[in-house]
């Protein structure tokens, strides 16, 4: 257990700061809101937490569209506040890490003004600009990953720039070594600050083919509402040329000396699923998430086990998983796998797995008190770009009437996980002073119990099961550092593993059944201790011979 780092021990937990705490009341969170709220951070027991993008930003893609990456949003306060939130946090012994935005800025940030401000501009090759094809017309028939086309014109020069996302995030030139050691020299001015690691964002567009050769997806593009839509395979061929291109890993090697440079062990977290990012297993991304769980619209047994064997296998000797089951891109936890009888139950039992799994977990600002979707109610409430340009898309060519649209808009924007945090009953739930207009609106289930003040004095709150949890994990080192071992003999509706290790060997069973499931011990030993059972058990207790598991519960035991 000692010999693991501290990335490889702590429980991550992800911060919008716009809709975390709002310290001036404007409606608008931000680092003396963030501050204030660390002590319930730290009680809630979890290690350190990522921030989303906290930098100066027009804000179309909500803070991914970044204009100073070396400055705060001054709606978030200043770099003093910053630097006091970081100081509090390392007082509370809560790492932090930042979120790099690699692949593109803002379409507003002065390099970017600069670099279309001329073809002979010093920072015109700081982003991909392209003369159009021979007939005229984009270079070629790339896509955004947002829809429409991935290149813009610049009528003022004639040429068009690349962008993987919005037309206001124009792609940066990686390969230019200016713009290069302009966006290291960002990354040193956080590091020399003090924080504790990155998140990198997209990291799989960072380069595209050099050649710009099209791709050959056969399928009616100006068709196509969302590239989402698409199979993994028409994905690929898709978006191939535009991604996971020649450089990327030579590029994440060098972050990763340049982050080794400084002491701490400075961790770095890479947005993608893809295992070989780990490199070495020492010399590229320490951490890289397991999407394909996440990404599963409700999870069982089966796709736990399959996902779990594949991912370990394929692990690069010396690399650590990382799961997470809900972000900032995903609808939340309560939500997806709610099934509206159980909800509460349901939110318990992925915690668990997501706790008990081997790996570093990842939690989602809200999800502890169980936050559910927002549903917005007209279009003007949406601030997310990218569902507004979907629904342009599905009433130009998709031929949707408006009113379909608008309610496909409002049912997937990402703005429905991106709510207030609700700290309390009341107006805007503690969250911003009574009357201020939030810049998304409360969930108003913030008045019947999904709030931090209703759940924090009830140990049966989801609020006290996820304090209970974080606590078993962080008192149980083969919970953190053991193998994990699937014990298929548990069946369809429950997930049985063993994670043994750290001197200790612990049985993790879960049912993922609305029925009484019971599990044979025998192949353990035929007995165990409760740890922690989520049906109030005694802990202590001694279990022999079966295991009987009520609807939905989780079991932890010690063997031997
Ligand atoms: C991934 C981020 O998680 C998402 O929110 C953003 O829109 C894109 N990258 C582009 O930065």
């Not at 839509?229 to 978006?239: F, S």
């Not at 759940?455 to 996820?466: H, K, N, R, T, V």
């Not at 994990?473 to 193998?483: F, I, K, Q, Y």
């Amino acid at each position: 257990m000692e010999s693991l780092r501290w990335w490889q021990r702590a429980v991550f937990y992800q911060i919008y700061p716009r809709s975390f705490a709002d310290g001036n009341g404007d409606g608008i969170g931000d680092f003396v809101g963030m501050a204030a709220r660390l002590d319930y951070l730290r009680e809630l027991g979890v290690d350190a937490l990522w921030l989303s993008p906290h930098y100066p930003s027009p804000f179309l893609d909500c803070g991914y569209d970044i204009t100073d990456y070396t400055g705060v949003a001054p709606e978030y306060g200043t770099l003093d506040d910053f630097a006091a939130f970081l100081r509090e946090a390392h007082a509370r012994g809560l790492r932090v890490i930042l979120d790099l935005v690699l692949n593109h800025s803002s379409d507003q940030h002065p390099w970017f003004v600069e670099s279309r401000a001329g073809r002979d501009s010093p920072k015109r090759d700081w982003y991909v600009w392209r003369d159009p094809a021979p007939g005229g017309g984009p270079p070629n028939n790339w896509t955004s990953i947002f829809g429409g086309p991935a290149w813009t014109l610049d009528p003022a020069t004639g040429q068009y720039y690349y962008h993987a996302f919005l037309k206001e995030q124009p792609d940066l030139n990686w390969r230019s070594p200016a713009l290069k050691a302009a966006m290291w020299d960002a990354a040193r001015f956080w590091l020399d600050l003090g924080v504790d690691g990155f998140r990198l964002d997209a990291i799989a567009t960072i380069f595209e083919d050099p050649e710009l050769r099209d791709h050959d997806l056969d399928l009616d593009m100006d068709a196509l509402v969302d590239v989402n839509t698409l199979t993994p395979e028409q994905y690929e061929r898709l978006m191939g040329r535009q991604s996971k291109q020649p450089g990327l890993h030579e590029l994440m090697r060098e972050l990763r000396a340049l982050v080794d440079a400084y002491p701490g062990d400075r961790v770095l977290v890479g947005e993608d699923d893809d295992l070989t990012f780990h490199g070495s297993g020492e010399d590229e991304l320490h951490l890289v998430f397991n999407f394909p769980l996440m990404r599963a619209r409700r999870l069982t047994p089966g796709h736990v086990r399959a996902n779990q064997a594949l991912r370990l296998a394929a692990l690069p000797a010396g690399a650590w998983p990382c799961n997470t089951l809900g972000n900032h891109d995903s609808p939340r936890v309560w939500s997806r796998y709610g099934d509206g009888a159980h909800d509460a139950a349901l939110a318990r039992l992925h915690l668990a797995l997501l706790l008990t799994l081997k790996g570093t977990p990842f939690l989602y600002y809200g999800e502890e008190i169980g936050m559910a979707d927002l549903q917005l109610g007209a279009l003007e409430q949406v601030r997310d770009m990218a569902a507004l340009h979907r629904y342009a898309r599905l009433v130009g060519r998709g031929g949707v009437a408006p009113e379909a649209a608008t309610r496909i808009t409002l049912a997937t924007t990402r703005d429905r996980c991106r709510g207030p945090m609700q700290w309390g009953a009341g107006p805007n739930a503690g969250f911003s002073p009574p009357g201020v207009a939030t810049w998304l609106p409360v969930h108003p289930n913030a008045q019947a119990g999904v709030s931090v003040a209703a759940q924090a004095g009830d140990p049966g709150s989801l609020l006290g099961f996820y304090r209970r949890m974080l606590a078993l994990r962080r008192a149980t080192p083969a919970l953190v550092a053991g193998d994990y071992e699937d014990l298929p003999e548990a069946g369809q509706g429950c997930l049985a593993f063993l994670r043994r290790g750290a001197g200790q060997a612990c049985l993790v069973a879960l049912s993922f059944a609305a029925d009484a499931q019971a599990l044979d011990l025998g192949p353990v030993g035929g007995r165990a201790r409760l740890r922690f059972a989520s049906a109030g058990r005694a802990e202590g207790g001694l279990v022999e011979g079966e295991l009987a598991l009520g609807p939905f519960e989780v079991v932890v035991a010690e063997l031997g």
